[in-house]
């Protein structure tokens, strides 16, 4: 039996770090919630003859300064950093491509929902790729992640998927080939995360840049500029400054004073804020049969991700 004023010193011990725990919290629970919002913005700022135009806008005002920023750490990177994080840049940029396109022909809570297959996916290939197989409830949390996302692209009746939702989906499958091409290229070990991220950026860029110049692939830049009103300006500026410079930086500030898991855990509610925008703000309707799929999206992801192999206790 603990006396009184044996308790109390541990309790006093434990209280600031409950406060830091929290100051770390907050501002990555504002990074799911920006991030949520960003499929509405993007679809309120983009249309399909402007994707490409739009995304050079959008990095083209974040990467200088990132590069500003982190110009030592850039200097100090070898060539087989930056090839490696160049690759991954290349990836990165399909994935932007990917998601952008889709979510101008599917709804904004169709888009942040089915994204977040990824964190079923990335287990999933993970697991094939070490020839492991994954425990009986991850596995029933993906079936209910897929019949979700099943439910919820079929509005009120059952049709095949959009063009939309099924370029989200590729931007999902995408994402998890990013992951597991991150962890499996040697050359980044070592290496200052925010020059990682910026060579990332900056070749996702220079892919937009070279498909600008193409034929074929929609406005300019500065024609899509032009065209912009100031809410889409206002838009633009969401995208740019608190769902790209924000968003990073708030990461390599949180993960230094919190858990990985903990940092996972309030990234993954961004599919519930997604959902909240679009309905909310973007007056989009689910249905029954689709708001029924975003629960089981909802609650399907949540379950892979603690019980997902290698997922902390």
Not at 43 to 56: E, F, I, P, Q, W
Not at 243 to 254: D, K, P, S
Not at 268 to 290: I, K, M, Q, V, Y
């Amino acid at each position: 039996m603990t006396t009184a004023s044996a308790s109390a010193p541990t309790l006093a011990a434990r209280r600031p770090g409950h406060r830091h725990a929290w100051l770390a919290d907050l501002p990555l629970l504002l990074v799911a919630v920006v991030w949520g919002a960003s499929y509405l913005a993007a679809k309120g700022v983009t249309t399909a003859h402007t994707v490409v135009a739009v995304l050079v806008l959008r990095f083209a005002t974040a990467l200088p300064v990132l590069v500003a920023v982190g110009y030592r750490g850039l200097r100090a990177l070898r060539s087989a950093q930056v090839r490696a994080a160049g690759l991954l840049g290349l990836v990165l940029g399909g994935i932007f491509l990917l998601e952008t396109y889709g979510v101008v022909h599917t709804s904004a809570t169709n888009a942040g929902l089915i994204i977040s297959l990824t964190m079923i996916f990335t287990p999933l290939a993970e697991a094939a790729v070490r020839r492991r197989r994954p425990s009986g409830g991850f596995l029933a949390a993906a079936g209910l992640s897929v019949a979700g996302v099943v439910l919820l692209t079929q509005g009120a009746g059952f049709t095949a998927p959009s063009t939309g939702d099924l370029l989200i989906l590729g931007a999902a499958l995408a994402r998890t080939v990013h992951v597991l091409l991150a962890g499996r290229l040697s050359a980044l070990e070592d290496a200052d995360a925010l020059s990682l991220t910026t060579v990332q950026l900056g070749a996702a860029t220079l892919v937009f840049v070279l498909l600008c110049a193409a034929p074929g692939t929609g406005a300019t830049p500065w024609a899509a500029a032009a065209d912009l009103g100031p809410g889409q300006w206002a838009g633009l500026a969401f995208l740019a400054v608190f769902c790209t410079l924000f968003a990073f930086f708030v990461q390599m500030w949180a993960i230094r004073r919190t858990s990985p898991s903990r940092v996972s855990l309030l990234l993954g509610t961004e599919p519930l804020w997604a959902a909240l925008a679009g309905t909310a703000l973007g007056g989009e309707h689910l249905g029954a049969w689709g708001l029924v799929g975003a629960v089981l999206v909802l609650a399907g992801t949540g379950w892979g991700r603690r019980t997902a192999p290698g997922a902390a206790a």
